[in-house]
């Protein structure tokens, strides 16, 4: 039968508008088949991820250690363009902003003395390029900005990093001793008087009573960690002074000499504290970054994986966390 014009343009009408609907349905899934993932009104690319990863793989030490393995690199380097995205538009609601200067400058400090081809070769046989140190290290710049414009924590600065090794650095003092087994009490106030007398003298005291219950050099321990027998009276005496304690299991008598307290240096204790502050700033900073994520709505292209509960899922099973655990990045220990 054939059908009037106006029929015809009406079909055509309700065609054209069906597939107009079709084309707003898809926008709105968001499921472009050349976009990686969408992060709020950001798009990655599949051509920005394929680069990216063809960057860490144009490292022959990355590429042997991930072959085989290429969709987990894919995934990882998706997750941390994922996280970019978020740290940048976080930075951006509240303000706050590093430079590359500041990344190179984060990344010097954290390599310290050693050979970064050194740090670098030994993270590539990981399977982590130089762009993901640098990106890492970023995001870890971002979220300490964050937790300082929020004033949940004090600044990694010197003066902050100092301030909390006085407040620690009692805690964790080591008692510095040594101890040698005598046969007889007037044996024993001898050699109390002597080391008393000159406690450098420690070692060559030592020697003349060398045995399975004698340190031939001074040791150092916290106080839970001394000989039980010597733990009270290493306690309770002066440094600098030795004292004569009765021990029927060595056979004699031991003298015990306290040469002092001995303290790590703030230098030794750096990591510690950096680390101790780094975990401060990421309990203050992830609210904030959680409630971005969230307005964010970031969406995965089916073909990488699935985002669930922030964490990217491949076919195989297993996880890609992206809230926040980068890589490793190189550190000064």
Known sequence: ??????????????????????????????????????????????????????????????????????DELTRRVLGLLIEGEIHDAAAERYGVEVTDVEVTRR?????????????YA??????????DVRESVRQQLVRLELAEAEGDVAALDERALRARYEEVREELGQVEFGYVTVPDQATADAVT???AADPARYAEVAARFAGPYTLPELDRRTPDQLPAPLAAPLAEAEPGTAVAVPVPETGGIVVALRA???????????????????????AAVRPLLDDVRADLDPTVNPRYGVLEDGRLLPADGGVVDILGDEPDVPSAD
């Open 1 to 70: 039968m054939w059908e009037s014009p106006g029929v015809l343009i009406h079909r055509a009408a309700r065609t054209s508008a069906a597939v107009f609907l079709v084309a707003v349905a898809l926008a709105g899934c968001r499921t472009d088949p050349s976009v990686a993932a969408y992060v709020g009104e950001e798009q990655i690319a599949v051509g920005e991820l394929e680069s990216a990863v063809d960057q860490r793989l144009a490292d022959p030490e990355v590429a042997a250690a991930v072959a085989g393995r290429e």
């Open 107 to 119: 990344i010097e400090e954290l390599l310290g003395s050693d050979d970064p081809e050194a740090v």
């Open 122 to 131: 030994r993270l590539a046989q990981q399977g982590v390029g130089r762009a």
């Open 193 to 195: 008087a002597e080391l």
């Open 260 to 282: 002092g307290t001995v303290y790590p240096s703030f230098e030794e204790l750096r990591p510690q504290l950096e680390e101790e502050a780094g975990e401060a700033v990421e």
